[in-house]
Each structure stands twice: as C-alpha cells, then as structure tokens.
C-alpha cells in the first residue's frame, strides 16, 4: 500500500526525471548484441539524474516552468521549407504538455500557410529525436488533458501529412510519444548508429498508445510480430524498424545523416514552384532515397524479428494464440517440443518467459493484447486514438501504474509487486469491460 509519505516521495523525484534508453538485456550475454533487451533504471552520478527510458506520458498541469524554447522553427524562403527542432536536450525531448502545445499551434500555421510547402521535424539532442512523453504529475485529471491533447496531435499531423509533405529525421532514441509525433510523416529517416525504437508500457503498468494499435498492426509483417513488439517491450535498431515499415530510410553514418538533416532543408528543391503536394513528394523521396543509396555501403541486414520470426509467428501469431495465455502455453510448448528448436530459440523463449513472469504487469498484458486485436479490426488511426485516450486516462489512475513506478524508478528494485499479480487471478473480461469503457471520462 502507498502510504502518503510515500506518494509524496513518488511525485517529489517524478519532477527530476528524464528518459534514457539502456543496453542492458534479459537474455544471456553470449547471444547476438541485437537480441531480445528489457529496460531498467539506472542513476546518473555525474549530473546527479535519476534515468529511465520513457517519461511514461502522464504529464502536470500545463508544465508552466517549461523553458520558453522548447520548441525551434527556421524557415529556408529559398526552397520554402518548414524546421521545426525538438529543443529539450537535457530531457531527450520527452513531450511536455507545452511542447505539445506549441507543436500544434506551429503545425496549424503551416498548413494554412501557402509560402510553406514541407516540413522537417528533427531534434536538437543527437543522442534522442523524442524518448516519450514527460512526467510532472500523476493526478488523473491533468493526466487526460494531456493524453486529449497529445492524442490530437497525433491524429493532426497524420491529416497534415496528407496535404504537406512531412519529414522526420530520427537521429536517435524514438519513443513512445516521440513515435506518436513521427509515424504518419510521410518519410522518416533513422540514423543506424543511434535509432531506437520501443513501446515498453507493459513494465509499468501501461501499455502501447499514441496509436500504436493501429500502426503496428498496419505495418508490421503481420499480427504475431505487432503482438511480440507489444507484449515484450522489444527494443528495436533501425533495421528491424525499417522491416516492420517504422522507418522509411535508414542513413548508416552519422556524418551523412548530419549532412542529409542539413541538406533536405537547405540544398532540396522542388520543381513545384506552387509547392505541387504529389510533386515535392516524389522528389522529396527521390532526393532521400538517392542520397541513401549513394552512402550505404552495403545492404540493410534484418535483425532479431526476421532472426526470430518462426518462433515469433508460431507463439504469437493469431493461428495458434487467441489469448496472452495462449501465447504463453506456445512459448512453454515450442521451448520443450518443436521440432525445429535451437539453443537460441531457447534462449530467447526464456527470456520472455522470465520477462512476462517479473516484469510485465499482468493488467498490461492483457490490455495490450485486446488494443491490439481491436486496433486491426479498427477503420481509422482516429478510432484507435479515442481508444488510447480512455485506456490511458483509466490505467494511471489504477494500482499497477504506481507500483511499476516505484519498482522501475523509486526504489529500483525492478521487482514490481502488481495487483492482481497473476493473469489467473484477473477476471478478463470484466478488465476489459471497465478500462476500455468511455463512461465517466
């Protein structure tokens, strides 16, 4: 039980929190470097930080000590682009309810705007284009003011990049709502040497939002790899995200993906001198698609999903698993019995094994289970984002949201004591009846 002392403690260090992403795995070391990872919390001695990768998107009441400059526009009259920086650099740019703000208002003058015929989001931190969302506060009512309005954004930039071409350069870490902000822009560039990518909810009582029900099951190469991504937390490097369709390009070299970041805005022209939609597009993607080609010195090797994808498929694919039990009885049935099996399979089937026994909120599991299957069924990124905004407002105000906080970034003993701790002990579908209901929201 948290006791009040307690809670104050949560929202006292909550206000000094930043993102960062770690290395660390849940599988043996002798594995591939881009096997299966999970996350933890680490400190920051040097500058006296408290770290963790997401700033789990539950943010205060209108973050009013928010530097003024959170968010930077150039504006390059000569090919008539938009840049619009990311500018919390000491905060790996997680979204503040300000930047989402100011993020809008820019957007909305853009596209009513005929000088502006693209746009180029990128960020100020080299090591992060956006790590998620920020937390300030854990109150429910700011906490769906902000999901209401990040949400929004969301959907907002996905219409706009219908009538303006958008570009995102994700030169490093790409999270949770920093996904949100860049999966509908038209082209989306990730830098290989520091691109990251993952939606790990589940480990604090969450579960994949700002779409992610839509997008991953639309993307990826089918329900059973859009499922593990979900249910796992996966971190994934540029080449699994180019193979599930998150990116559009990747640029191997940080100096050529500098210079590209710098060259989309100052050297691109379009032969539009009306900013012709389809026509800075195509050429927009031709410039890129070009310059990727030109500095890439060998082709794109798949990583873990394609490594991995016979045991993926066969465990959390939708022929053999309707129900996160069901993929735990596949993941037990093909470490023991399938034919085909290797160490590594093994390994990796451990690993999750462990992760969905420790670390993940058995809540989560099943929340992102059912997102997802309604996310496929879903017509429109915007039904989902509805959903997302329920399911959210409703899973911070429960238990296992608290506790995975305290577990994961209060007293970091990554032992979360989730309440029910069992998926045995949840009455599933009065879960789903209560959180994925709109009433007295």
Known sequence: MHTPNHLRRMFQILQHLVPNVLSSSSIPSNMNDSHHHHWEFYEDKKNNDCIWIECFKTSGEVAQNDDTDVVLTDFNQEN?????????????????????????????????????????????NEKAFCAGGDIKDLRKGFAKVFFTEEFALNHFIYEFCKKKPMVSMLNGITMGGGVGISISTNLRVANEQRYVFAMPEVFIGLYPDVGASWFLTQSCPNVAVARYIGLTGEKLKANDALYCKLVTHIIDKEEYFKKLSHDVYAVFKSSSANGDYKTVLQELTQFVSKYEKEVRNSNVKFGILDRYRRVIDYCFGEENANSVKDVIRNLQWYREHHPTRCDADIQLIQSILELFEKRTSPTSLLVTFEALQRGKKSTSLK??????????????GRHDFLEGVRAVLIDRDQKPKFKPATLEEIDEKALIREVFSDKKQ
């Open 80 to 124: 008539h682009c938009l840049r619009i920086t990311l500018n919390r650099p000491k905060s790996f740019n997680a979204l503040s309810l300000t930047m989402i703000r100011k993020l809008t208002k820019i957007l909305e003058q853009a596209l009513v705007d005929s000088n502006v015929h693209f746009v180029v989001l990128c960020s100020s």
């Open 383 to 396: 039904q989902v984002l509805d959903m997302d905004r329920v399911l959210c407002t409703h899973l911070t």
